[in-house]
Structure formats: C-alpha cells, structure tokens
C-alpha cells in the first residue's frame, strides 16, 4: 500500500524562526493536503495541493506539490507560540479517495 | 451544526465490553471516512462511506469493528468485545468530495 515518511519527526524552534517539514511517498500521488493538529482536537486543514510543481501559500504558510508527484514540503516563516502542535501530510492517488497521513511533525516554538 | 460533531468526546469501558460512537457530518457533505489515531501515530484509515455505494471498509482491523451510516447522515461506529489495543482516538470527518477532510475533535476511547 501506499506509505508517506514525514520528517522530521519533531521540531524545537525559537519563535521567529522560520520552519520546513516534507513528505515522500512511495507512489504518485495526485492530491497533497497539510493539516494542523492542535492537543484534543482533530486535524485541521491549511493547505491543500492538486497539480504537480504547484506552489500555495496561506499567510506565512508556504506549500509545494513536488514536480515527481512523490513528495511535498511545508514552510512557516517567522512562527510564533500559535504554530505549536502536530503537522500532517496527506496524500491520495488516481481515483483513491482514501487519505494516506504522514505520522506527523510535532513542532514546538519557544518564545 | 457548523463542523463535525463526534461524541462521547471520551469513553472509558471494561475489556469486553461493547462501545458505539457517533458522528454527525456537516450538512451537505456526501463523503464520510472514520479514522483512528493511537498516542504518537499518524492516522488510521478505518472505513469510507460515499452517498448511497457500498462503502469501503477494507480499513477496519477486525471484524469486531463495524460502521453503519442512517440516511446518508449520522454515522455509528460500533467496536464489539473491546480490548486494550482499541484504545485511541477515533476521528470522523466528511467532505463534500474526495481530498479536503474536515475533522470532527474525536472520540477518545479508553479500554481498562
């Protein structure tokens, strides 16, 4: 089946810094979807990626679909204590609507 | 309401004891999928519910777990003779179509 590494596994930032984390996969994938998951809460989304080499921003949230449709990666610049929590990636392939998750990036920003 | 509603938010149950959560989608939304998360792993898929298909339950561990969705709605997911390893988040989401999943809080279950 399909499998998504997601590094890196945890983050220890000073506030400020900027951030990068990224996903590869084992296969194609036609859609890349990165979620927040704050404690007690389910995941919620920031950006969603369905072309090849696309490139999305969402404030100081940047995104990237790789160009082999393998691996995408997520920026945050400048962060600040409100990024603290787990990231996800997602993917799916062809007509697959099932959702592939990453196990996530805990990121911890220090003020 | 606005998002998707999960309860109980937490449940605490004997080994071999059976539990039923609950998820009500957002209105509209065709698409319901019902995923686990254990402490420090990504999601699960579990199970994958789309308008009136047969819906695809190739994720589910065992045939203790099973899921019924009423009306194209509400969705139950019922875990039968519960053991320790079922201890988890359990989280519901919906969409409108295939990709951008919108998470309930989950159900957090516990088996003593």
């Known amino acids: 089946g399909q499998q998504l590494n997601q590094s890196p596994q945890s983050m220890f930032i000073q506030e400020g810094e900027d951030v990068s984390m990224n996903c590869t996969s084992s296969?194609?994938?036609?859609?890349w979807l990165w979620y927040k998951q704050d404690p007690g809460e389910g995941p919620v989304l920031l950006i969603a990626?369905?072309?090849?080499?696309e490139l999305t921003s969402n404030g100081r949230l940047t995104a990237q679909f790789g160009i082999t449709r393998k691996d995408s990666f997520l920026n945050i610049s400048a962060s600040i204590p409100s990024d603290v929590g787990i990231y996800f990636c997602?993917?799916?392939?062809?007509?697959?609507?099932?959702?592939?998750f990453g196990k996530g990036t805990l990121l911890t920003v220090n003020p | 309401g606005a998002g998707v509603s999960q309860s109980p938010s937490n449940k605490v149950t004997e080994k071999g004891k059976d539990v039923e959560l609950r998820c009500d989608p957002i209105?509209?939304?065709?698409?319901l999928y019902w995923y686990r998360q254990s402490l420090g792993q990504g999601l699960e898929f579990l199970i994958y519910?789309?308008?009136?298909?047969?819906?695809?339950k190739s994720g589910l561990p065992s045939d203790r777990f099973s899921a019924e969705r009423t009306g194209g709605s509400v969705s139950t997911l019922t875990i039968q003779r519960t053991q320790q390893e079922d201890s988890a988040v359990y989280l519901c989401?919906?969409?409108?179509?295939?990709?951008?999943?919108?998470f309930g809080e989950g159900s957090r279950l516990t088996v003593l």
């Open positions: 209105s509209g939304h065709t698409a």
């Open positions: 997602a993917g799916s392939g062809g007509s697959n609507y099932k959702l592939t």
């Open positions: 519910f789309q308008g009136n298909s047969a819906p695809d």
């Open positions: 296969s194609i994938f036609n859609t």
């Open positions: 989401a919906s969409s409108l179509y295939g990709g951008e999943l919108f």
């Open positions: 990626l369905y072309k090849a080499g």
